[in-house]
């Protein structure tokens, strides 16, 4: 790749992003973003492109899966084996439903169905065709991508363009690293290579666990989710939802509800202990105010709704839009968040407000070990239910930014990669509070 000229830095007047304070700046001025159709993937990815300055500067791309029916038996097979399985079951059915019979329906768009007709579908040649044409011109483009499904995609970006394009891929993607120019990834992904990890896989399974090998130097760790969630997200929170939440008794204690996973169950069970708990601190608590997310089950909800539901203290979010969840981390005096969610902890977490954590103690393998770097940081605490005053009498602890410094040269690499000399340090965005 040929030599990249340093524009010269913002001007102060017009204020540049937090990541650049002290004089950082970077050449590369626009962005590709290659999500999933997830919240919590793409989150990480429009998060890293908003702390670069490339908030209004990026396109997103999804790739999508087929849905509904046997399709969602079907998400461990490779997306593009996945379509094409899909296309031709479609067509079988169509052939023994109007055999016989002349101009057979076309099989429907893909994602056409799930709410993603305003964004593009991921097309390799495509984004090479553009970082291609548009390279004299505006320079190279960042791809950034993140979760299984995308991985397909940003790595044949990187194979086709890779003169053109500086590709990060975000979370692990298990094999292959050197695919990409960039590896984010949270550290309890390495977890598997831990002493305590191998004792509890049987010997002759340990070779099909990944990663198989340490970080190297083309990967950086983190320790929680990449988010969008930084100091002018919640001033701007704070400004729309004041006339909500400003008449609000304090403390206002916030309580983020999401859902089991493999690695961390539960059930009805821990929505009661959950409850008890909020009854013995609703005292001391101004308000109380409950999210559920979408993996939320109902046997979980309608505990709490049974418990709390009719509280005047308490007030549990329909799910209808607006979303107050910013507005919820500007204003809350503390928080409750089920162990579940990597992201949600990690966007609690960066508002430097007291965090408890609920059902930790179940969460199991990699996840078992994200809860223990966050209780040795001093970052979060157990919700017991023995608190004296929510998010009051706690000790006060102030944010600490971690910036996390994905390649001072974006990376300076010689040979096949050849890209020079781009400083650029990218914030995690997850704001450690120790």
Not at 56 to 66: A, G, I
Request: aromatic share 6%.
């Amino acid at each position: 790749m040929r030599p990249i000229q340093l524009p010269e830095p913002p001007s102060p007047k017009l204020g540049t992003p937090e990541i650049f304070e002290g004089g950082v700046y970077g050449v590369v001025r626009r962005a590709v973003v290659i999500g999933n159709g997830y919240p919590g993937s793409e989150n990480q990815s429009i998060g890293l492109v908003r702390a670069l300055g490339l908030a209004d500067k990026h396109v997103l791309y999804r790739v999508t899966r087929p849905k509904g029916g046997l399709n969602e038996w079907l998400h461990w097979l490779p997306v593009s084996l996945h379509k094409n399985l899909d296309y031709i079951i479609r067509q079988i059915c169509i052939i023994l439903k109007y055999r016989g019979q002349r101009g057979l329906p076309l099989p429907a768009e893909n994602g056409g169905g799930v709410g993603l007709k305003g964004v593009l579908e991921a097309d390799v040649h495509q984004i090479v065709t553009m970082a291609r044409q548009t390279f004299e011109k505006d320079g190279p483009i960042l791809v950034v991508a993140s979760g299984r499904d995308t991985i397909s995609v940003s790595s044949s970006i990187k194979l086709l363009a890779s003169d053109n394009a500086f590709v990060v891929q975000i979370l692990h993607p298990r094999l292959h690293l050197n695919r990409f120019d960039l590896v984010i990834t949270p550290k309890h992904d390495y977890y598997p290579l831990t002493r305590e990890a191998q004792q509890q896989v049987p010997q002759f399974i340990r070779k099909w666990i990944t990663p198989r090998e340490p970080p190297d130097s083309h990967v950086v760790l983190t320790v929680g989710a990449l988010h969008q969630v930084d100091a002018g997200s919640l001033r701007n929170a704070a400004s729309a939802w004041r006339d909500e939440f400003a008449p609000l008794p304090k403390p206002l204690l916030v309580l983020n509800i999401g859902g089991p996973t493999g690695n961390c169950r539960y059930g009805a069970d821990l929505a009661r202990q959950l409850t008890t708990n909020l009854l013995s601190v609703l005292d001391s608590c101004g308000s109380i105010r409950i999210c559920f997310s979408n993996r939320t089950p109902e046997k979980v909800s309608n505990v709490i709704l049974k418990e709390l539901g009719g509280n005047p203290k308490v007030y549990i979010w329909d799910g209808q839009e607006p979303n107050p969840h910013l507005g919820h981390l500007a204003w809350a005096d503390a928080f409750v968040v089920t162990a579940d969610s990597v992201s949600m902890i990690s966007e609690v977490c960066s508002t430097g407000k007291p965090v408890y954590i609920m059902g930790a103690e179940r969460c199991t393998w990699k996840f078992s070990e994200f809860h223990k770097s966050l209780k040795d940081r001093g970052v979060v605490r157990p919700f017991t239910g023995s608190e004296n005053r929510a998010g009051v009498t706690l000790r006060s602890m102030k944010p600490q930014k971690q910036l996390v410094e994905c390649t001072k040269h974006l990376r300076s690499v010689d040979g096949d990669c050849d890209h020079r000399n781009i400083p650029l340090i990218i914030q995690n965005h997850f704001n450690f509070c120790i």
